[in-house]
C-alpha cells in the first residue's frame, strides 16, 4: 500500500533490492581485498625474514571463491 502510493511497483521494488545488495557487495569487497593483500604482504614480510621466500604467494583460487561467495551472501 505505502509503495504504491509512493509509485513504485513490486517489480520496482524487487530491482531495487537486488541493486542495493549488489552495491553493498562490491562495496565490502572494495574494502576487503586490499587489506587482505596488505595481510598477505605482512605475512610475506615476516615469513622472508625466518627464511628463504622468493615470491609473494597470493592465493588466487580462493580470492575468487571469497568474492563469489560475498556477492552471493549479500544476493541471497
Known amino acids: 500500500m505505502v509503495l504504491r502510493s509512493i509509485g513504485l511497483t513490486r517489480?520496482?521494488?524487487s530491482k531495487i533490492l537486488f541493486f542495493e545488495s549488489l552495491f553493498f557487495g562490491l562495496k565490502s569487497l572494495l574494502?576487503?581485498?586490499p587489506v587482505?593483500?596488505?595481510v598477505v604482504l605482512l605475512i610475506h614480510k615476516a615469513l622472508s625474514?625466518?627464511?628463504s621466500v622468493s615470491a609473494i604467494m597470493i592465493p588466487w583460487k580462493s580470492v575468487l571463491?571469497?568474492?563469489?561467495m560475498v556477492?552471493?551472501?549479500f544476493y541471497l
Open 49 to 51: 625474514s625466518m627464511m
Open 71 to 73: 556477492l552471493l551472501l
Open 36 to 38: 587482505s593483500f596488505g
Open 65 to 68: 571463491l571469497a568474492m563469489v
Open 11 to 13: 517489480n520496482g521494488f
Open 31 to 33: 574494502y576487503a581485498l
